[in-house]
């Protein structure tokens, strides 16, 4: 989401309201691939991909039939592509592996002024998948009301990804615990939704910059940001998941469109409804805490608060740590141009993707 004078970026794939169902009032958007990976970052152990870009230690040749194509999925062959599905562009990027069944499915989502192509490079998703063994779907939102190019996300759009989602699934028979989602910004908000409404269709979930308000209404604003949430509030309706499932948070100190008393008390919200108790602190700097919650059922929230700020001057200066750490996307791009400062301790798209590999469901 975009104000006069501050970005709001969205990827879960936001500036926005906790939980309402207002239309986007703001941009939260990204950018274009640049340079290698900082060596400074946090070494993620990414294992590395065997001759024909299958994951590690599984055989990329067929066992037993092929996928079959169905309704928008008109092309199963191993590669990267462009679909149409329910009215959205929807890339997907098919590992070798992945003709097989049994594959995990990671879903990304972008933030304003993004696409799925945009908020790739910010993750490097697709290629780590390509390494795991995970389908990743990058769907790109209705178009950006605003003047800058791009799309964003609605609440009436939800329901749509699960669809998109559920029909990647079947085509490729992934396994439904490894289901998978992550967003940023206003996708960020999505992945909190998709959380609140569809808790038991995913094994883990990693929503980056997007909060929520009070939890005494579904809606109004937080601190600033109009969009609907996830308030852990069984009272409301879509307030509260079904079910408890690990989460990954990734929240800017400095952030801008969603700021820091936004993304807290969401975390607050999810810590007080679950029961959860902080474990000590995993690792960190003076730039970053990553910290971890967990209780008796062994749910787990673990989050990465960053004091990293986007590139200033800069088209998204004003996003400040609304940001992804370790992207390395050219920070002067037009568009979507949101990646943090570098050097930078760690890298989201690794954080995510190494999260996930560990919180399957049971």
Same mark, same amino acid.
């Given at each position: 989401?975009?104000?006069?004078g501050?970005?709001?970026?969205?990827?879960?794939?936001?500036a926005?309201?906790?939980?309402?169902?207002?239309?986007?009032?703001?941009?939260?958007?990204?950018g274009?691939?640049?340079?290698?990976a900082? $060596?400074?970052?946090?070494?993620?152990?990414?294992?590395?991909?065997?001759?024909?870009?299958?994951?590690?230690?599984?055989?990329?040749? $067929?066992?037993?039939?092929?996928?079959?194509?169905?309704? &928008?999925?008109?092309?199963?062959?191993?590669? *990267?592509?462009?679909?149409?599905?329910?009215?959205?562009?929807?890339?997907?990027?098919?590992?070798?592996?992945c003709?097989?069944?049994? &594959?995990?499915?990671?879903?990304?989502?972008?933030?304003?002024?993004?696409?799925?192509?945009l908020?790739?490079?910010n993750?490097?998703?697709?290629? =780590?998948?390509?390494?795991?063994?995970y389908?990743?779907?990058?769907?790109?939102?209705?178009?950006?009301p605003g003047?800058e190019?791009?799309s964003?996300?609605?609440?009436?759009? *939800?329901?749509?990804?699960?669809?998109?989602?559920?029909?990647?699934?079947?085509?490729f028979?992934?396994?439904p615990?490894?289901?998978?989602?992550?967003?940023?910004?206003?996708?960020?908000?999505?992945?909190?939704?998709?959380?609140?409404?569809?808790?038991?269709?995913?094994?883990? @979930?990693?929503?980056?910059?997007?909060g929520?308000?009070?939890?005494?209404?579904? /809606?109004?604003?937080?601190?600033g940001?109009?969009?609907?949430?996830?308030?852990?509030?069984?009272?409301?309706?879509? /307030?509260?998941?079904?079910?408890?499932?690990p989460?990954?948070f990734?929240?800017?100190?400095?952030?801008?469109?969603? $700021?820091?008393g936004?993304?807290?008390? @969401?975390?607050?919200?999810?810590?007080a409804?679950?029961?959860?108790?902080?474990?000590?602190?995993?690792?960190? *700097?003076a =730039?970053?805490?990553?910290?971890?919650?967990?209780?008796?059922k /062994?749910?787990?929230?673990?989050?990465?608060e960053?004091?990293?700020?986007?590139?200033n001057?800069g088209?998204?200066?004003?996003?400040?740590?609304?940001?992804? $750490?370790?992207?390395?996307?050219?920070?002067?791009?037009?568009?979507?141009?949101?990646? &943090?400062?570098?050097?930078?301790a760690?890298?989201?798209?690794?954080?995510?993707?190494?999260?996930?590999e560990?919180?399957?469901?049971?």
């Open positions: 989401m975009r104000r006069r501050v970005v709001c970026v969205v990827a879960v794939m936001v926005i309201a906790a939980c309402s169902g207002a239309e986007p009032s703001g941009e939260l958007g990204g274009t691939p640049a340079g290698p900082d $060596p400074a970052k946090k070494d993620s152990g990414t294992p590395t991909t065997t001759a024909d870009g299958s994951a590690p230690g599984t055989d990329a040749a $067929p066992q037993g039939p092929p996928p079959t194509p169905s309704g &928008c999925i008109t092309d199963v062959t191993p590669g *990267d592509h462009t679909f149409t599905c329910e009215g959205f562009s929807v890339d997907v990027s098919i590992p070798a592996a003709v097989n069944p049994g &594959c995990g499915l990671i879903t990304e989502l972008h933030g304003d002024t993004g696409t799925g192509a908020m790739d490079a993750t490097n998703l697709k290629a =780590l998948g390509k390494q795991r063994g389908v990743v779907v990058a769907p790109t939102g209705p178009p950006w003047a190019p791009g964003t996300w609605r609440v009436q759009d *939800d329901a749509t990804i699960i669809t998109i989602i559920k029909k990647v699934a079947e085509v028979r992934t396994d615990k490894k289901n998978h989602v992550t967003g940023f910004s206003r996708g960020g908000f999505v992945t909190w939704r998709l959380l609140c409404k569809y808790a038991d269709l995913f094994a883990s @979930v990693a929503p980056a910059t997007a929520s308000n009070n939890g005494t209404s579904n /809606g109004f604003t937080c601190n940001v109009n969009e609907v949430s996830c308030p852990f509030n069984a009272g409301q309706a879509n /307030g509260m998941p079904s079910v408890e499932v989460i990954l990734l929240m800017g100190r400095t952030d801008t469109p969603v $700021p820091l936004c993304t807290s008390r @969401v975390r607050e919200q999810a810590v409804a679950w029961g959860l108790t902080e474990k000590p602190n995993v690792d960190g *700097d =730039l970053y805490k990553h910290r971890r919650w967990s209780n008796a /062994g749910t787990v929230l673990e989050t990465y960053h004091s990293y700020e986007t590139v001057p088209p998204f200066s004003s996003a400040k740590g609304h940001c992804f $750490p370790g992207s390395t996307m050219d920070p002067q791009a037009p568009q979507y141009a949101v990646p &943090c400062k570098l050097p930078n760690f890298t989201w798209g690794e954080q995510v993707i190494e999260f996930f560990a919180h399957p469901k049971p």
